[in-house]
């Protein structure tokens, strides 16, 4: 399986700053046959099923501020939140959908400082 | 608007079956677009994909569970359906059903979810 590590493991920002996880992939994620790195990112409040963010690594899903973005390649991408909203406290988790079976990051959880 | 709809929570004694029903709504699932997916959350914990299948009936599954998993779909309800066989409390988890875009001719990302069953496995 490919194992996906996110850092940090928690992480507390003030409002209106940015806020920046990690997810690292034990092997690379991106298929050289279409150019795609098979990475999304997924945003989990309390006591509700995820919700996806980003996905093909930098891709927003419809609906999603801005303010989230998505970047990296390979093995290691990046979820950026450019000004943090008191409404993303919540964890966040990255998947790699490149393997079977797709695989989760262990989630990064985001507080308010 | 794409609904997912899961069957009530439960207890499951230990060595029987579990089982769950998703029910589509908003979408055919016939569009051929979509995997259709289970995938366990214990509490306080991580994400674990159990497996998908396409309406096809073509099915994938995590290696860690496959001897125990069955999924099923039913087009003409537009239900699909997971079976876990010989559960223990390390079964005990919520459970989601979820969709998968398919892209470039395989499962990608998950784009909607159902609400979450959590399933308790106990005596």
């Known amino acids: 399986d490919i194992v996906m590590t996110q850092s940090p493991d928690s992480l507390a920002v003030s409002l209106g700053e940015r806020a920046t996880i990690k997810c690292k992939s034990s092997q690379s994620v991106l298929y050289s046959s279409n150019n795609e790195n098979y990475l999304a990112w997924y945003q989990q409040k309390a006591g509700q099923p995820p919700k996806l963010l980003i996905y093909w690594a930098s891709t927003r899903e419809s609906g999603v501020p801005d303010r989230f973005s998505g970047s990296g390649s390979g093995t290691d991408f990046t979820l950026t939140i450019s000004s943090l909203q008191a409404e993303d406290v919540a964890v966040y988790y990255c998947?790699?959908?490149?393997?079977?079976?797709?695989?989760f990051g262990q989630g990064t959880r985001l507080e308010i400082k | 608007q794409v609904q997912l709809k899961q069957s009530d929570s439960g207890l499951v004694k230990p060595s029987q079956t579990l089982s769950l029903t998703c029910t589509v709504s908003?979408?055919?699932?016939?569009?051929?677009?979509?995997?259709w997916s289970w995938i366990r959350q214990p509490a306080g914990k991580g994400l674990e994909w159990i497996g998908r299948?396409?309406?096809?009936?073509?099915?994938n599954y995590n290696p860690s569970l496959k001897s125990r998993v069955t999924i099923s779909v039913d087009t003409s309800k537009n239900q699909f359906s997971l079976k876990l066989s010989s559960v223990t409390a390390a079964d005990t988890a919520v459970y989601y059903c979820a969709r998968e875009v398919r892209g470039y001719g395989s499962g990608t990302y998950v784009d909607y979810w159902g609400q979450g069953t959590l399933v308790t496995v106990s005596s």
């Open positions: 299948i396409f309406t096809s009936g073509s099915t």
């Open positions: 908003g979408d055919s699932m016939n569009s051929g677009s979509y995997y």
């Open positions: 998947q790699q959908y490149f393997g079977i079976p797709p695989t």
